[in-house]
């Protein structure tokens, strides 16, 4: 095969320069693959449950995703899959849509992967992979370090084994679960932060060993040896506490009287469809519209009430029955919890911790997603936000991988490869994936040489899902909150906000501005990244227009240096000042106000010099501003000058024939001819070029100058 076919393959096909590959290469990445496979299981189940989907949605989208991002991607250590961020805003972005783990959840988010996915794929495709950059690195600062706490806090329901009223809003969700510390589940709490404790002590012990590999296996062990999970379901007429009965069958009620006014609502519509608006003087329909007003609003009311009398009745403990009519005799701590009310007019009682319980076995239904295109433009924006943060991590992460392998990184071939996988996700029951840091530094670190190994662990992870699935039912669920509150410590990171504030405290506030928001705004955190993002783009804006110009004068040590912080003299008929900008659209007035202002304050001005070696573009905005600049000079008697113009500028000049117009005597390599040229042309009897602060003196006279001074060597540095 020729390089060129070959080429032309591998750009359609990446995983081809994989081969030949050797014995040893396939050796460590099986050992690799498979090593990043038993942490991805149990990190893949915990971040499902992140997302709000059942655990077993994380297998799925850890097996045939985790495969295609290898095959289609240009990193060879990059481990794709189920990952903190990702998942967070999966429920975030979803949560206006839908409940947590209902069907439609679940849809909403295979959805959402399909559509986050075509993005990836037309902004790889169009080579577009820098639409990043626009996500400021202080935006990305602060909504990451504010992830990273609400992920924390949202995981601390399981981790003290309490029910979570959900409100709509995280932190008052997280005041409400605070409140009932009082009823945390010892077991689970212990159970979790064993796990917890387990895992960072090997990530400080042994980093090269995955904490998650023992925190696991150890913790279904101790599930099954103490009887972690204790349940039974007892009929809500048997329940012995009075009131908590009397709640119960109230809530049952409700939940059957919404039912029937869903019915209802859904009939109304029937009516409804398909009518024009000239059809509203119809009586029929009339009397159809003002009933699915009513409904509506009487549904919402109706089913907060019923949330509200649910969540008063889920973990309150009492004696369970012992023959479905009479109450054992038992003690405070013996109490059993209610876990949840079904329709079938059952309790079901829990004594011990909360487990993953029964994962369905075999592979998920390869179907096509379900896609409701308004329901797709509604998610359009929350996508972008999930492409825009998952490929900022997922890049992140590919560049420091490169830097130690010396591998190149294409970042297009990157996003069309992690696109791919998201759509080929989708049809195969997976909600969105993204890079992850935890198993792609593992991957890196246990020798892995290709993406082969990724292929490894979705291969694992598929024997998994059809033999072993029974493995994992007495994973308790407060250990998947430790597995994911020790993925997200390391996220955490308030240095980068010093850092920022000492380099431009713009930076600082953008970055403090969008962790407050986000944190805020939580569950809806995308709107902390719109803010951020907007608030970067007017501080941007903010900057571009004032560019850096000073005015220069003549330094003792010879040079020309900013007259302003060194207090040096500058001269009345010749002004010199650097200009560090574009000459565009955004600056032109900025540079026309500096030209005029000069001229105004020194009316014997009759040559501005301006150095121009810090332009690096100018537009039509900028040369037609740099004519009528010129014009009003020339009646005023001023001569404007240019030296250090760079190579594009002088070309763009030239096409457009101000070159020509200005005159080649006006355009000098350095300061120094620029000046004494100018000096040489001042047309003034009281001119006298040996005075002018500006004239470039003979060294004798620096070392005499230098010597008033009294300047020391430090203080020599410092200047310069």
């Known amino acids: 095969m020729t390089k060129n076919k070959k080429s032309i393959l591998t750009y359609f096909f990446p995983f081809l320069r994989w081969f030949p590959m050797t014995i040893g290469t396939l050796r460590a990445d099986l050992i690799a693959g498979t090593t990043v496979a038993l942490v991805l299981i149990p990190q893949s189940m915990a971040y499902a449950q992140l997302a709000g989907l059942p655990a077993y949605y994380g297998l799925y989208a850890a097996f045939l995703p985790v495969m295609v991002a290898a095959l289609w991607g240009s990193s060879n250590q990059l481990s794709t899959g189920p990952a903190a961020l990702s998942s967070l805003l999966t429920a ?45 690195y202080p935006v990305v600062v602060g909504f990451t370090n504010a992830a990273a706490i609400i992920i924390g806090l949202s995981q601390l329901d399981k981790l003290l084994g309490v029910v979570r009223i959900r409100n709509g809003h995280l932190l008052t969700d997280i005041f409400v679960v605070l409140q009932k510390i009082g009823e945390t589940h010892l077991p689970t709490l212990l159970i979790g932060l064993l796990a917890f404790a387990t895992i960072v002590f090997i990530r400080k012990v042994r980093p090269q060993l995955p904490g998650v590999l023992i925190a696991v296996p150890l913790t279904i062990l101790i599930s099954w040896l103490t009887g972690f999970q204790q349940d039974q379901v007892v009929p809500v007429d048997a329940l012995p506490n009075e009131q908590i009965r009397q709640k119960a069958q109230n809530y049952l009620a409700e939940t059957e009287r919404l039912f029937e006014m869903k019915v209802e609502l859904a009939r109304e519509n029937t009516i409804l469809n398909g009518q024009t608006l000239e059809s509203t003087q119809d009586p029929e329909v009339l009397e159809a519209l003002y009933k699915r007003r009513v409904l509506a609003v009487q549904i919402e009311k109706a089913e907060k009430a019923n949330k509200a009398l649910l969540y008063s009745i889920l973990g309150k403990r009492i004696v369970p029955p012992t023959d479905g009519t009479t109450p054992a005799a038992s003690t405070e701590m013996e109490k059993w919890r209610i876990v949840s009310i079904s329709a079938d007019q059952t309790v079901k009682l829990s004594h011990g911790g909360k487990v993953v319980g029964a994962i369905p076995a075999g592979l998920p239904e390869l179907s096509v997603p379900k896609v409701d295109f308004d329901k797709a433009l509604a998610l359009l924006p929350g996508a972008f936000i999930l492409v825009l943060i998952g490929f900022v991590e997922a890049l992140s992460i590919a560049k420091a991988i ?319």
């Open 92 to 136: 975030s972005i979803l949560a206006p849509f839908a409940v947590e783990g209902t069907q439609k959840f679940i849809e909403l988010a295979i959805m959402l992967a399909l559509v986050a996915g075509v993005i990836r794929i037309l902004l790889g495709a169009l080579r577009m992979g820098i639409i990043v950059n626009f996500l400021s």
């Open 402 to 720: 490169a830097t130690k392998t010396r591998q190149r990184l294409d970042v297009d071939q990157e996003m069309i490869g992690i696109g791919v996988a998201n759509v080929v996700g989708s049809f195969n029951m997976s909600y969105p994936v993204a890079g992850s840091f935890s198993r792609s530094a593992i991957n890196l670190a246990m020798g892995a040489k290709t993406g082969f190994s990724s292929v490894v662990a979705g291969s694992v992870v598929m024997l998994t899902l059809l033999f072993f699935t029974g493995a994992f039912y007495l994973l308790p669920e407060s250990v998947l909150a430790a597995v994911i509150i020790s993925s997200v410590t390391g996220l955490i990171n308030f240095r980068p906000f010093i850092t920022a504030w000492k380099v431009n405290p713009f930076d600082a506030v953008t970055a403090i501005i969008t962790f407050v928001t986000t944190l805020a705004f939580a569950p809806n955190l995308q709107n902390g990244v719109y803010l951020g993002a907007s608030l970067a783009m007017v501080f941007y804006l903010v900057r571009r227009t004032k560019p850096r110009a000073v005015l220069l004068g003549r330094h003792w040590d010879g040079t020309l240096h900013d007259a302003k912080t060194y207090n040096l003299p500058t001269c009345d008929y010749i002004s010199i000042f650097r200009f560090d900008g574009s000459l565009d659209y955004a600056d032109v007035s900025f540079f026309e106000n500096i030209v005029m202002k000069i001229c105004s304050s020194k009316p014997k001005t009759q040559f501005i010099l301006v150095v121009s070696d810090g332009i690096n573009y100018i537009d039509a905005s900028g040369l037609e501003m740099l004519r009528n600049v010129y014009r009003q000079l020339q009646e005023m008697g001023v001569q404007m000058v240019f030296t250090g113009l760079k190579r594009q500028i002088m070309e763009k000049l030239a096409v457009t024939g101000f070159l020509k117009a200005i005159g080649r005597k006006n355009i000098f390599r350095t300061d120094e001819e620029a000046l004494q040229a100018a000096i040489s042309q001042i047309d003034d009897p009281e001119f006298n070029p040996d005075e002018c602060p500006l004239h470039p003196k003979d060294t004798r006279f620096y070392r005499q100058r230098k010597k008033q001074l009294n300047v020391t060597l430090e203080e020599e540095m410092l200047l310069h």
